[in-house]
């Protein structure tokens, strides 16, 4: 009975290790699993948005509200070259791009902004 009580303190500090052990690897698995299911979530976006109706929807926009059709339809056609998303902001200081990218817009009247 005494060796049993000699050895006790090692098995509850075994044991405290364990727990803290799963706890740390639950924790670190768990925000890997966010962090990816985050960057998904923005790829599937990204997809579905950037597809040939996306750009087609601005392009109709173009022909019934734009000042400058040809314009208009020039920024969705570069828009669409680089794959990107398009702003209707009317300033470029409003558009907020990923990092490493800039807004752009065509120099004329009636062009959508873009990231680049």
Do not use: H
């Not at 000699?6 to 924790?27: M, Q």
């Not at 997809?47 to 734009?66: M, P």
């Amino acid at each position: 009975m005494k060796s049993l009580q000699k050895y006790l303190p090692i098995y509850f500090l075994f044991i405290f290790i364990i727990i803290i052990g799963f706890y740390v690897f639950y924790i670190k698995y768990n925000t890997i699993s966010n962090i990816d299911m985050e960057y998904n979530k923005e790829i599937k976006l990204n997809n579905i948005l950037k597809t040939k109706n996306y750009y087609d929807g601005f392009r109709k926009k173009c022909e019934v509200e734009s000042v400058s059709v040809g314009c208009c339809l020039s920024s969705v056609n570069n828009a669409e070259l680089v794959s990107s998303l398009i702003f209707n902001e009317k300033s470029l200081n409003d558009v907020i791009c990923p990092d490493n990218f800039i807004p752009v817009m065509n120099k004329c009247e009636g062009s959508y902004q873009w990231c680049e």
